[in-house]
């Protein structure tokens, strides 16, 4: 029986090292995360360094494919993969099972290996939860080029202003309704949410997680002294996006370490928004996007933008364009919606 339990061992090693690397690579080239790739390389190596306290020797002698009868045999729709993700997914459950195994089986030869891959199997849990909280949003907010912000708790005007932008072609609505009781911002929030989701438009709430993950809307977009995003996520009942605002190379460091699904960087000009905030400029914008992207974190120039100097903003390297008083404060916020997103979108062709 022993060299049953080194080919085992050495079956599922070999298994489970194959799925953390799906899982690496996955981090590394479909998300661009120095961070989630870090962890995933980290646990492959740590792994590796578990199995390497057995007798190599033996692994490697009890080692037979050619006689092992669960070679070639499968089950329908076994390879069956629709996408990255689902190769992820698939990656994630041949590393946990093969992980339960390792430990039930070197127990009987190393309980200090086996203790160690236990461990192990529990991080798996962990780094799966994290990728997905922070994949899931971030492919959400790939496609958002125009995001509009509508600034107020009246309840009329945020009805009509988010039917108006959706209907000009904006990507993702910001409801900024300060100062509102709880229940009234409550109440308002989902009747916006329940817009946005009519109008396949993704729904953000300014500053307060709970009424986002109550109201049940896809994102809350958080201050520098809002609540931090790791506490904002242990919130959400369903992976969440988490956008946060940053005024200057400091502050951008900072967030960065926070891994939020994307980062609004400005005022990019002088805006009555924020009339205590000093305008960053276009190099502000060149330079948060270069770091973000090699982050994999996605952005929001924001601030002062107007159809006369989006392409300006544009220019300087922003995807994604945010506008306040442009849309809202405009006669026909429909048409201005709709003339800023053809402009991002010829400039982008």
Do not use: W
């Not at 079956?11 to 870090?38: H, W």
């Not at 309840?155 to 209907?167: C, E, G, Q, R, W």
């Not at 409550?186 to 009424?211: G, H």
Request: glycine residues 6%; charged residues 25%; proline residues 3%.
């Amino acid at each position: 029986m022993e060299r049953a339990v080194y080919r085992i061992i050495d079956a599922n090693f070999n298994r489970g090292r194959e799925a953390i690397r799906v899982i690496e690579d996955f981090c590394r080239f479909a998300l661009n995360s120095t961070s989630l790739t870090g962890r995933a390389k980290q646990l492959r190596h740590e792994l590796s360094a578990a199995i390497d306290k057995l007798d190599a020797g033996r692994l490697i002698a009890s080692r037979d494919t050619p006689g092992d009868v669960g070679v070639g045999k499968t089950v329908d729709k076994q390879l069956q993969r629709t996408d990255l993700q689902s190769s992820f997914t698939a990656g994630c459950k041949r590393l946990t099972e093969a992980l339960r195994t390792l430990t039930e089986v070197t127990q009987t030869i190393d309980s200090g290996v086996a203790s160690t891959i236990e461990k192990l199997r529990y991080d798996a849990y962990t780094l799966e939860k994290d990728i997905i909280l922070i994949s899931e949003p971030a492919e959400k907010f790939k496609r958002v080029r125009l995001y509009v912000i509508i600034t107020s708790s009246l309840p009329a005007d945020v009805i009509s202003l988010t039917h108006k932008s959706a209907a000009g072609g904006a990507d993702c609505i910001q409801l900024r309704a300060k100062d509102t009781n709880d229940d009234r911002l409550f109440a308002l929030a989902t009747e916006f949410v329940k817009i946005c989701r009519a109008a396949n438009v993704l729904s953000v709430i300014n500053d307060r997680a709970d009424i986002a993950v109550a109201a049940g809307a896809d994102g809350v977009h958080l201050g520098q002294n809002d609540l931090p995003i790791e506490q904002a996520r242990k919130l959400a009942l369903a992976p969440l996006i988490i956008g946060k605002s940053t005024h200057s190379l400091k502050e951008l460091e900072a967030t960065c370490k926070e891994t939020p699904t994307y980062v609004s960087l400005g005022p990019v000009f002088p805006t009555p928004t924020k009339p205590n905030i000093e305008a960053v400029g276009l190099d502000y914008v060149t330079q948060g996007i270069e770091k973000l992207d090699r982050l994999g974190i996605g952005h929001v120039a924001i601030g002062g933008i107007t159809p006369a100097n989006v392409e300006k903003v544009l220019s300087a390297g922003a995807k994604c364009i945010s506008v306040c008083a442009a849309v809202t404060e405009a006669g026909d916020p429909t048409a201005a919606c709709r003339a800023i997103k053809e402009k991002i979108a010829a400039f982008q062709d």
